[in-house]
């Protein structure tokens, strides 16, 4: 069970909008850790989407966004595409036994 | 570029030892922590662990007892051992750059199959 909750899957329709909520407590998100987001297609590594809650690495489209607030952190896309189809992981830190890095459980976003 | 390249056994039986290897190329391999994430097959992504180039070394609590992690700067190079592995172990391990504060993975290696099997 991850320390950081996320939906198992999600969907929407070409040119709609999603979010995916990464939902963690007072030892992670809630303590002031930053949160990071990830993009992962099928068969390759993962992909820094989100970086400090809120920011775009240079390439990433500006349907990307995310948030944070409190123990809680959120990836909204808008304008879905056929291409946003993978599985999304949030990543954080825990202070609990000692600080480390903890990721959600991931969350499969469908194009329908 | 960096770009990090990983290898190391892909097959092992139970009760042996995983031993893989990253290398960095094309780019710094110092001012970064370098960390192990894995994957099993269907499920999410766990962090291992992360070295430096001083060889400063944090775990995760949960695989600490079994996991070893060392480092060759002159190659710009790290490695993970983990002991005594289980059919739990068999995953895609990855290599990935950590920068900043808390870890933002922003560079990841290829990815290594470990199956574990008798």
């Known amino acids: 069970q991850s320390v950081l909750t996320q939906p198992p899957s999600v969907s929407g329709a070409p040119g709609q909008r999603v979010t995916i909520s990464c939902t963690g407590s007072n030892s992670n998100i809630g303590t002031g850790y930053d949160v990071h987001w990830y993009q992962q297609l099928p068969g390759t590594a993962p992909k820094l989407l989100i970086y400090d809650n809120t920011n775009r690495p240079s390439g990433v489209p500006e349907r990307f966004s995310g948030s944070r607030s409190g123990t809680s952190a959120s990836l909204a896309i808008t304008g879905l595409q056929a291409e946003d189809e993978a599985d999304y992981y949030c990543q954080s830190y825990d202070s609990s036994p000692s600080a480390h890095v903890v990721f959600g459980g991931g969350t499969k976003l469908t194009v329908l | 570029q960096v770009q990090p390249q990983q290898w190391g056994a892909g097959l092992l039986k139970p009760s042996e030892t995983l031993s893989l290897t990253c290398a960095v190329y094309?780019?710094?391999?110092?001012?970064?922590?370098w960390s192990w994430i894995r994957q099993p097959p269907g499920k999410g992504l766990e962090w291992i662990g992360e070295i430096n180039h001083s060889g400063s070394i944090n775990y995760n609590p949960s695989l600490k007892s079994r996991v070893t992690m060392s480092v060759d700067s002159s190659k710009s190079q790290f490695s993970l051992k983990v002991t005594s592995v289980t059919a739990a172990d068999t995953a895609v391990y990855y290599c990935?750059?950590?920068?900043?504060?808390?870890?933002?993975?922003?560079?990841w290696g290829q990815g290594t199959t470990v199956t574990v099997s008798s």
């Open positions: 094309g780019g710094s391999f110092s001012g970064y922590y």
């Open positions: 990935a750059r950590g920068r900043g504060r808390e870890n933002i993975f922003d560079i």
